[in-house]
C-alpha cells in the first residue's frame, strides 16, 4: 500500500510546475544501504550503563555557585536594593545588581528585553534582581536572603484582552502589543453567505511546562586567553552565544559555547540555556572563578519559557454536505512578560505568526480571515515547545471539525475526507501544495489499521450500571520543516582521514531525538561507509559551522541536506584519486560498503581507506563543507499570503478511550498514529519520536497546566505540575507513509513535534463521543469533564 | 556538622565513610562516591530519576537519607556492569529496542525493571506498567521502555 501511494504521488509531482528548484539537492532514486535502517543509537551504551555525562554529572572543578535572587511581585519598580548583608557573608564572592552587568543588561532570543539584572522593574514573578556568587549552593541560597529589595508594586495584567485595552499599564515602554498580524484570503463575508451552517466556538489553553527530566545546568570560565566559555545542555549554542557576548560587551568570537548532551529539551532548553549562560557568564567575568548555575525544579517551572497560552476564537462555515466554506479567527498569543521566542521574524517565524497560519487547519477553505495578536502580559513567558503554536490552533480547529459534522450529521472522518489537503491543495496563505502531500493517505491508513469503522459502531456504554461509556476520536495535523526565516541556513563540514575514519562537524545537538544517529548515518550513505565510521563532534561554537539552532523540526532536513552537499564536496576529491588508481572515469565510480568501485565491473574495486590515504599523500581536498538554505519564505505583511514554510509533514491520529461519567476520568485504550514523514531515515528513532509525542499530547489533553494566580505559580512541581505515567500512556501503534519530499535528504521532512500536535485533540474528541462532554478550557481533568458532561445535558443515552 | 560512620554494601562492595547526618542517598552517591548514573530530576521523590535497589528494592535516593542504608545492600546503574564490560540482558534490550531517548530516565527505569524480573520473570503488559509507573519518562511515550522489559524478560526464559 505504502509503494502504490508513492508511486501515485512522484506520478502527480512530475506534471505539476515547481518552485525553488535551485534549492534541490538530488537523492532521490538513490539505492539506499544506510539511511533508511534503524541503525542503533550511537549513545545507548553510555545512557544503559550511566556513563554518559549530562550537565550536572561534570566534576566539581572550584566552581562558585551562582543564585538568582527573584522577584516575588509580578510587576513593581524596584526602588532600592541593599546587598551589603549578603556580600558580608563567609563564602560569598560575588553579588551583583544591574548596574554590574559590563555590557547590554539585556537578552532574549529574539528581542533582548529581558534584563540579566533587573534595575529599574520587574515583569513578572520569577525576574531577576540580583546575582549571587558563593563558594557553595547552601551558602548562595543564604545570601538571598540577606539581599534587602524595596519595591513599589504596579498593577499587573494577567490576560492578553485586559493588556491589550487602552489605557492599561505597559509593561514594556513600546507597549504590550508585541505583533499583531492578518490573513486574509477570498472573501469571509461571501464565504459564510453561502454557508448552510455556521458555528463559533471559543477555546482556551494554558501554560504548559516541558517538564523536561534534566534540570537546567550552565557553567561559564573565563579562559585565560580571555575568552568566555560557557557549557551546558543547550539546543541553541549559536544563539546563547548571539547574546553572551553583548552582554559581556565583547565580540562574538570571543565566547565559546560547549553544547552538553541533554536530558530532553523539547523547545524549553532553547532560550533557558541564554537566561542562565548569561548570568553565570556575569558572574564568572567579575570573579574570575567558573561559575555554575544549577537550576532548581521549582525554579525551572517558575522561571523558564512555556508553552505559550492562546485564547483561540473560530467561526466556521459549511454547506450540508460537508464542503468548508468560510473561516474565520482571532488568536490572542499570551507572550506573558518577555519577547522570548515569541515575536515575529519575518517573514514568517514568531509563535502567534505560526499559529495563524496553521489556524484553519490542513483544509482546502476558500474565504479565510484571522487576526493573531502576540500581547506581554506579567506572567511566566511563552518559548518554544514541541509544535510552536501549532499544538494550540489544533486544538482548536479539531475540535470544531469534530462539533462541525455532529452538526451536519456526517461522520467526523467523513468531514475530514471531504476538506483535506491533497496534492495541488491551496493553503489559507495560498499556498499552493505542489509536492510531498499525504494527508489523506495518512487519513485511510490510519483508518485502516484503527478499524474505524468498526471501533465507532461498538462504541457506548461499557458496563451495565451505565457509569463508563467508550468513545473513539479522530484529528488530522499538519505542521512545517524549518521555521520560515530568512536566516535559517545550516552548515557542516566533513573530515575524512588517511584510515578512512570521518569526523562530521555539526552545530545540531542531541537531546534524545537522536540527531547523534541520524546525521551521521546521512553522512555515511552519502560517502559509502558504516555509520561507524562517522564520529559526530559534540557542538562547540568553536569547531563547527553555524547550524542555526535545533528547532522547527528543522535539522534532518536541512543539515541532512548540508552534510550531503558536504559528504559530495570530499567525495568528489576522493572519487578522482580512485579515478586515477583503478584507471575508471569518475562517472563509473559507486562509493559502498566502505569501497569505491567500477559500477561496470564491479570486481575493479579499492578499499575507501585506501583511497583516503591516497588522496592525503596527493594534498588534495579531504574536507568538504556544505550550507543548505531551504527556498526563501514569504508571507505578506498585510494579507498574509505567500509559501511561509517549504515543506509540511502531515498526519492523522485515532484514538480509543473509556469515559467515567460518574467522576470524569478518562482511560486511553488503543491509539493509531499515522505521518506522512517524506522519508524514514531511522524508523526506529522515528517510532519513539511518535510515540513520546503522543504521550506529550496526551499530557496536554488531560493533566497539564501551570496553574497561575495572580501571576504566581501555583504548582511549581513534579508533585503539582502531573505528567503521563506509563499507566497513562496507551500502546501507541506508530504508522508511517513515506510520501517523498524532493527539497529532503532522500525525501524526509521534519518530524520532531508533528507527533504531539494531533494527539490533544484526538482525545478531547474521543472524550466528547464517549461522553457528550466537550472540553473547551483545557486541561480536561476529571473535574473539567465531569462538568462538560453535565453542561451538555448529560451522557448521551443510547 | 560532626559526621557519623556508616557502612554499607555498594555494588558489591564493603564501604565505610564518614557522612554528615544530613547527607541525602543521592548526593552521597553522586558527589561523595562520584557515581553519577543515578540522577537527580526533581529531589521531591516524583520523578525516579534517582531510584537505586536497597536491598533488591527500588527506591528513590533523593528522599533518603544515606544513614538509612546503614548495613543494606546498595545497587546503582554502574553494579548491573559485570567485571567483563559485558551487560546486563535488560541493559542488552534497552538498547535494542530503542528503549532510551535522552536517557535520564534510563538508569532508574533499568534498575526498577531490574527488581521487576526478579521478583516475576514473566511480568504480563499491566504488571510491567504497574511496577515502572513510579519513574517518569518524557521522550518515549513508554512503549518501547515496555517493549525492552518483554524482550529481556523473554531472553531470560
Known amino acids: ?798 | 556538622m560532626s559526621t557519623m560512620e556508616l557502612s554499607f554494601k555498594l555494588n558489591g562492595r564493603a564501604l565505610t565513610l564518614n557522612v554528615a547526618p544530613d547527607t541525602l542517598m543521592v548526593d552521597l552517591l553522586r558527589e561523595d562516591l562520584g557515581l553519577t548514573g543515578t540522577k537527580a530530576g526533581c529531589r521531591e521523590g516524583e520523578c525516579g530519576a534517582c531510584t537505586i535497589l536497597v536491598d533488591g528494592t527500588p527506591m528513590n535516593s533523593c528522599l533518603m537519607p544515606a544513614l538509612k542504608v546503614q548495613g543494606r545492600e546498595i545497587t546503582t546503574i554502574e553494579g548491573l556492569e559485570k567485571a567483563d564490560g559485558s551487560l546486563e540482558v535488560l541493559q542488552e534490550a534497552f538498547m535494542g529496542e530503542g528503549a532510551s531517548q535522552c536517557g535520564f530516565c534510563t538508569p532508574g527505569m533499568i534498575l526498577t525493571a531490574t527488581a521487576l524480573l526478579k521478583q516475576n520473570p514473566d511480568p504480563d503488559e499491566g504488571e510491567i506498567r504497574q511496577a515502572l509507573s513510579g519513574v517518569l519518562c518524557r521522550c518515549t511515550g513508554y512503549r518501547k521502555i515496555v517493549q525492552a522489559v518483554k524482550a529481556a524478560a523473554k531472553a531470560r526464559a
Request: with cysteine; net charge negative; proline share 7%.
Open chain 1, 1 to 798: 500500500m505504502q509503494d502504490k501511494m508513492q508511486d501515485k504521488n512522484k506520478t502527480q509531482v512530475l506534471t505539476k510546475a515547481r518552485t525553488g528548484l535551485e534549492h534541490l539537492i538530488k537523492t532521490a532514486g538513490k539505492s539506499l544501504t544506510v539511511a533508511g535502517t534503524s541503525v542503533a543509537r550511537r549513545d545507548d551504551p553510555l545512557k544503559v550503563t550511566g556513563k554518559l555525562k549530562y550537565g550536572a554529572d561534570y566534576p566539581d572543578e572550584g566552581f562558585l555557585y551562582g543564585k538568582i535572587l527573584r522577584s516575588p511581585h509580578p510587576h513593581a519598580l524596584i526602588k532600592s536594593i541593599n546587598t551589603k548583608k549578603a556580600k558580608e557573608l563567609e563564602g560569598v564572592v560575588a553579588v551583583l545588581t544591574a548596574e554590574d552587568v559590563p555590557g547590554r543588561n539585556g537578552f532574549g532570543a529574539i528581542i533582548p528585553d529581558q534584563p540579566v539584572i533587573c534595575g529599574d522593574k520587574v515583569r513578572f514573578i520569577g525576574d531577576g534582581v540580583a546575582l549571587v556568587a558563593a563558594e557553595s549552593e547552601k551558602i548562595a541560597h543564604e545570601a538571598l536572603k540577606l539581599i534587602e529589595v524595596d519595591y513599589e508594586p504596579l498593577p499587573a495584567l494577567f490576560d492578553p484582552r485586559d493588556a491589550m485595552a487602552e489605557g492599561a499599564p505597559k509593561i514594556h515602554e513600546s507597549g504590550n502589543l508585541l505583533s499583531d498580524d492578518k490573513m486574509v484570503k477570498g472573501d469571509v463575508d461571501a464565504g459564510f453567505a453561502e454557508a448552510d451552517v455556521i458555528l463559533e466556538r471559543t477555546y482556551q489553553v494554558p501554560f504548559l511546562e516541558h517538564a523536561y527530566l534534566e534540570p537546567d545546568t550552565t557553567m561559564a570560565r573565563l579562559q585565560p586567553d580571555g575568552v568566555m566559555l560557557v557549557e551546558g545542555p543547550m539546543q541553541a549554542p549559536f544563539t546563547t552565544r548571539r547574546n553572551v557576548a553583548p552582554v559581556l560587551g565583547i565580540p562574538i568570537n570571543q565566547v565559546r559555547v560547549r553544547q552538553i548532551h541533554m536530558g530532553g529539551g523539547f523547545g524549553g532548553k532553547e532560550d533557558s540555556p541564554i537566561d542562565i549562560g548569561c548570568r553565570a557568564a556575569v558572574l564568572a567575568w567579575h570573579t574570575g572563578r567558573p561559575v555554575k548555575i544549577s537550576l532548581e525544579r521549582e525554579e525551572i517551572t517558575i522561571q523558564t519559557a512555556k508553552r505559550h497560552p492562546m485564547i483561540m476564537e473560530l467561526k466556521v462555515g459549511a454547506k450540508k454536505d460537508g464542503t468548508l466554506t468560510a473561516f474565520q479567527g482571532v488568536i490572542y498569543d499570551e507572550q506573558g512578560a518577555y519577547a522570548s521566542l515569541g515575536p515575529k521574524i519575518p517573514p514568517a517565524g514568531g509563535s502567534h505568526v505560526h499559529a495563524m497560519v496553521m489556524m484553519p487547519g490542513p483544509y482546502e477553505i476558500p474565504n479565510v480571515k484571522v487576526d493573531a495578536y502576540l500581547v506581554y502580559t506579567n506572567h511566566p513567558y511563552g518559548g518554544a515547545m514541541r509544535g510552536f503554536g501549532a499544538p494550540q490552533v489544533h486544538i482548536a480547529h479539531e475540535q470544531m471539525m469534530d462539533e462541525l459534522a455532529a452538526e451536519l450529521g456526517i461522520s467526523a472522518v467523513d468531514i475530514r475526507r471531504k476538506n483535506a489537503f491533497k496534492l495541488g491543495s491551496a493553503t489559507a496563505t495560498g499556498q499552493v501544495l505542489n509536492q510531498s502531500v499525504g494527508l489523506r493517505e495518512t487519513l485511510e491508513a490510519c483508518a485502516e489499521r484503527f478499524d474505524w469503522d468498526r471501533r465507532l459502531a461498538e462504541c457506548g456504554w461499557v458496563d451495565q450500571a451505565k457509569t463508563k461509556r467508550r468513545g473513539v476520536g479522530v484529528a488530522m495535523g499538519w505542521y512545517r520543516t524549518s521555521i520560515g526565516t530568512n536566516g535559517d541556513g545550516c552548515g557542516a563540514a566533513v573530515h575524512v582521514h588517511e584510515d578512512g575514519s570521518v569526523l562530521l562537524y555539526s552545530g545540531i545537538t542531541e537531546m534524545g531525538q537522536g540527531a547523534f544517529t541520524v546525521l551521521p548515518q546521512i553522512c555515511a550513505e552519502e560517502l559509502g561507509i558504516e555509520p561507524g565510521d562517522v564520529r559526530i563532534v559534540q557542538p562547540d561554537t568553536d569547531l563547527v559551522p553555524e547550524s542555526g539552532p535545533t528547532v522547527g523540526s528543522r535539522s534532518t532536513t536541512l543539515m541532512g541536506n548540508a552534510i550531503i552537499l558536504a559528504a559530495r564536496q570530499v567525495k568528489e576529491s576522493l572519487l578522482d584519486t580512485a579515478s586515477m588508481m583503478l584507471m575508471v572515469p569518475t562517472e563509473r565510480l559507486e562509493a559502498r560498503g566502505r569501497k569505491i568501485y567500477d559500477r561496470e565491473n564491479p570486481g575493479k574495486s579499492l578499499g575507501f581507506a585506501a583511497v583516503a590515504a591516497r588522496t592525503m599523500a596527493s594534498g588534495k581536498r579531504m574536507i568538504g563543507q556544505g550550507w543548505w538554505t531551504p527556498p526563501p519564505p514569504s508571507l505578506d505583511g498585510h494579507t498574509g499570503q505567500g509559501s511561509p514554510y517549504h515543506v509540511y509533514t502531515y498526519s492523522t491520529h485515532m484514538v480509543q478511550l473509556v469515559v467515567d461519567v460518574e467522576t470524569g476520568e478518562v482511560a486511553l485504550e488503543d491509539y493509531v498514529a499515522a505521518f506522512d514523514v517524506g522519508k524514514a531515515i531511522n524508523p526506529k528513532a522515528l517510532e519513539g519520536q511518535i510515540e513520546g509525542g503522543v504521550a506529550m499530547g496526551l499530557g496536554y489533553a488531560l493533566m497539564e497546566e501551570v496553574v497561575l494566580d495572580h501571576g504566581v505559580t501555583q504548582n511549581p512541581s513534579l508533585q503539582g505540575y502531573l505528567i503521563p505515567t506509563m499507566l497513562d500512556v496507551p500502546d501507541i501503534q506508530p504508522l508511517i507513509l513515506e510520501v517523498p519530499n524532493e527539497m529532503g535528504p532522500y525525501g524526509a521532512k521534519g518530524i520532531g513535534e508533528m507527533p504531539n500536535i494531533p494527539a490533544t485533540p484526538a482525545i478531547l474528541n474521543a472524550i466528547a463521543h464517549a461522553s457528550g462532554g466537550r472540553v473547551s478550557r483545557l486541561p480536561a481533568d476529571p473535574e473539567k469533564v465531569f462538568w462538560a458532561i453535565r453542561e451538555a445535558g448529560g451522557p448521551p443515552q443510547a
